[in-house]
């Protein structure tokens, strides 16, 4: 395997944005809104300390503001790399010289908030704990959410399309919006900011934006549905022996009566026994000695009732796995204890710094059979080789951590990627949930993808952005992007990828 080749390698314009074009875009958005030098380098890096490499962070005001700089660069073919709150894992928004960073935080206002329509209209740079925020004084939510929520950009959530604890029930970010506006890789402003969820009006082109992770365009502006907030909620944790036992206790849970239920959070052994210990978490009445852990939270109108609920659907479990132990959170501390379990993933890359991540999507039926075969899978490949699981139970998505220092070498990498993507496409799920591709996971949409969906990719691309200032080398490579790779296509044979067009892929 020759491996696509790096960012830097396919471009070959790293030379410093000159400074005439630099005092051209101070002109639009104001001097001290441009960061140039150890000036942008003092940002904080966030997940990734290759964000600032452009070393210019731009931040707008406005859409138009915006637009003026996006023409700017065009003009002068520099390429726009946007950024919300920087807690990708995939290397969306990594930047290099002769490069700007376009920085959304500035436009971080919600600019309506109505109860009545159950509508929020933001700015792309407000996080999504301030919406959190703003709507609970309404008794609404946004419908989505995740461990992230302090600095995660509405913005940032829509070019990824966030999924999250919530997306089981209510979708994933995708299934949040009524309307966006977006800036296009030309300047012009594609607006269509509809507040009504029924809308049979032409092509929905804002879902071209969502999910594309700034490559064919910045969103400025989103129109988020909001859901009523539950009066009361309940968390209850479970030690479960199997997958099984898992998925009918979530069905039990779904099944209710005295509310809904909000998130169906697994943990499987190592992955919760790491994070007790880090948290010095302990419960008599849960030892930690369960194959898996399922974290439940349910909503409703009593407090008393859901917990009531909690402990009839344990007892329901018992009768069918006598192993199976659990507590239902009699606090908000004790609440907020068992959720930090799940959410603070820092322990896994404290104990392995740079721990390979991985996130799939696997549907409910095939889980435990798809974990029977990769755990020897990664085995095989090192001895001692195993991954921590956790995720999203109830729609699927698995979180897998490797438990080694990373990075992976390319050999290491690809073997570990023919263990773990293999047939997902086939069954119907997917080598990445909510992460997105990046500049990481390019390899492995090339590698997994249907030939037609990468070529119909490739025409939107260059009918968007055809001179690829748009955060070029994310989701697909740029148009230096001809370079051989071979790729394992994890269905049981190779697929070469020498092609001049994504779209050749059509005729193999």
């Known amino acids: 395997m020759t491996g696509l080749a790096s960012p830097t390698q396919m471009n070959s314009t790293d030379q410093a944005v000159p400074p005439s074009i630099v005092n051209a875009i101070r002109d639009v958005v104001g001097a001290a809104n441009v960061r140039t030098g150890e000036d942008a380098g003092a940002i904080d890096l966030g997940s990734n300390g290759a964000d600032c490499g452009a070393g210019i962070v731009v931040a707008p005001l406005s859409t138009a503001e915006v637009a003026a700089v996006v023409r700017i660069c065009r003009q002068n073919e520099i390429p726009i790399v946007p950024q919300g709150g920087k807690t990708g894992l995939v290397g969306g928004s990594v930047s290099r010289p002769g490069e700007i960073v376009l920085s959304m935080t500035r436009m971080n206002r919600i600019e309506r908030l109505d109860p009545v329509e159950r509508v929020a209209v933001v700015g792309a740079g407000v996080t999504l704990a301030a919406l959190q925020e703003a709507a609970r004084e309404h008794r609404l939510e946004p419908g989505i959410d995740l461990a992230a929520r302090g600095s995660a950009t509405i913005g940032g959530m829509v070019s990824t399309n966030a999924g999250g604890v919530m997306a089981f029930r209510n979708g994933v970010m995708r299934h949040r919006l009524l309307g966006l506006e977006a800036v296009l890789a030309d300047g ?150 068992l959720w930090r379990l799940r959410e603070d993933t820092s322990v896994l890359y404290r104990a392995h710094p740079h721990a390979p991540s991985f996130d799939v999507s696997v549907p409910l039926s095939e889980i435990a059979v798809y974990l029977e075969r990769i755990l020897p899978g990664l085995a095989a490949i090192e001895p001692g080789l195993a991954p921590y699981v ?74 968007l952005d055809d001179q690829s200032v748009m955060n070029p080398d994310k989701v697909l490579p740029c148009d230096a992007w001809f370079v051989r790779s071979s790729m394992p296509s994890h269905s049981g044979s190779e697929r070469r990828l020498p092609f001049k067009n994504v779209s050749d892929l059509t005729n193999e």
Request: with cysteine; charged share 25%; hydrophobic share 45%.
């Open 188 to 337: 012009s402003v594609y607006s269509d900011l509809t507040r009504v969820v029924k809308n049979s009006a032409g092509y929905d082109l804002k879902h071209l934006f969502i999910g594309a992770e700034g490559t064919l365009g910045v969103v400025t502006r989103a129109v988020v549905k909001l859901d009523p907030l539950p009066r009361a909620s309940a968390t209850a944790l479970f030690g479960l022996p199997s997958v099984e036992a898992a998925l009918r206790t979530i069905r039990l849970a779904l099944e209710s009566d005295a509310g809904h239920l909000r998130a169906a959070e697994a943990m499987w052994n190592s992955y919760f026994g790491l994070a007790a210990a880090a948290h010095e978490w302990s419960e008599p009445s849960v030892p930690l000695d369960q194959p898996l852990f399922l974290l439940l939270s349910l909503g409703g109108a009593r407090e008393e009732a859901l917990r009531e609920d909690f402990e009839r659907s344990f007892l329901e479990v018992m009768e069918r796995c006598p192993e199976a132990t659990g507590i239902v959170a009699a606090s908000r501390r004790q609440e907020d204890d």
């Open 390 to 463: 956790f995720g999203h139970l109830a729609d699927g998505n698995l979180h897998i951590i490797l438990n080694r220092k990373g990075p992976l070498g390319l050999d290491m990498a690809e073997a570990v990627e023919g263990v773990l993507y293999q047939q997902l496409r086939q069954i119907g799920g997917s080598f990445s949930a909510e992460h997105g591709v990046g500049s990481k996971r390019i390899h492995s949409l090339l590698a997994t993808a249907d030939p037609t969906k990468l070529a119909v990719m490739e025409r939107v691309k260059r009918v």
